[in-house]
């Protein structure tokens, strides 16, 4: 069906998770159905809009590794069209001018209690607007929206959506400066463009009936319209900055992976009907349904984006691991070899849900540790602690072949024969040689740091704590 679609940001600020997720939609539907992909700037807003955020977003996105087709299409640049627009509307009779001043309009309100506009000049004759045009008595223009009937679309994920023309009045779509409204920009831009298919929030639905009866009048094709749910925070209310990080940029900054964070944002209101919720970009695109997409909002869920992105960075390649790290954390690892580097991938890749995290909490492959988690060493440095790790080193001073498994042999003869507990062995050594409790294998951690940094370190924890 090769159909055109778009993402539309305003560029008000940085893009965030909500918007992420509608131009993910977007560009699944497009690649899935062979389709094209663009962007539009809806820029109208100048005092809100900046360059820099449309910059901002293009970047998040090209990070995300959501291509667009075609050139970025600004609305400030438009305006030509939306004149022209303007013209063939009041040409063909559908739309007219209102000279309705701002007090008649509040008197009115008065009267009848309604906000509605009361169609002052709906059917004003020639010689009237002709007396107020020639006076130049500012005006505004109005749709002509039809008094009986409704309008109705399918919306593809919401079903059939009616609205009553009872309750669409006939709103403006140029203000009295000649600046069109959003709804006609949309569409304009829309109808342009060639856009099909208008995936985009559900706080769109309202708008659409009235962008649906300015593709009537202007005799354009109406596109095919999809309003995603709502994304929400974990107290079900709308997703917004109360509710932590929502923007793009800090997933990235905090070194989540793209490949992550689109496989989380996917989930966000639709699945792949499969128990596999961890995919590739590929998978998604293959698997992807817009159809199936569900009405309910979605809760945006840092726990299941932590243990997606857990999951990815595990399958990842070693490689791509460190050339990622090093984009965040130039000097990572630098002073060791990259072999050596590989090895504490290997061992923190399963336990890391972000790259930062990785970073974060592979200090004391690097260096030896100089502080020790205060509560650990209260709950297992004892006061017979000392003795034993003072055997303990004993021990491995002796020990030749330096590998986790003659370390763990070596560890477990020493704990059987003194009727020793795991834990009360394992603590205490892995504090002295990290500096904290939590950690893979300290089997591995020692074959990686070797044996002089290990003894080095033992005795160091023995000196001071
Ligand atoms: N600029 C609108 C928004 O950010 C997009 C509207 C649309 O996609 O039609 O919500």
Redesign the pocket.
Known sequence: MNPRVRF???PTGQLHIGGARTALFNYLFARKNNGQFLIRI?DTDLERSKQEFTDQICESMTWLGLTWDEDLVYQSRRTDSYKETIHLLLQSGNVYRCFATKEALDKKREETGSYSYPGIWRDRNQTDIDTELEKGSPFTIRLNTPEEGGTSFNDMIHGDISVAHSEIDDFIIARSDGSPVYNLT?VVDDHDMGITH?I??ED?ISNTPKQILLYQALNWDVPTFAHLPMILGHDKKRLSKRHGATGVQSYRDEGYQPEALLNYLSLLGWNPGTEEEVMSISEIIKKFDLSKVHKKGAVFDEKKLNWISGLHLALQPNKDILSGIRKISVGWGTTKSNDFCNGVIDLMKSRSKSLVELVDQSDYYFNDPIEFDEKALRKSWKEDTPNMVGSIKQVLDSLEDWNSDTLQETMKSFMEENDFGFGKVMKPVRLALCGTINGPSLFSIMELIGKDASIRRIKHALDHL
């Open positions: 539309a940001p305003s809806e949309n208008v985009r929030g769109h």
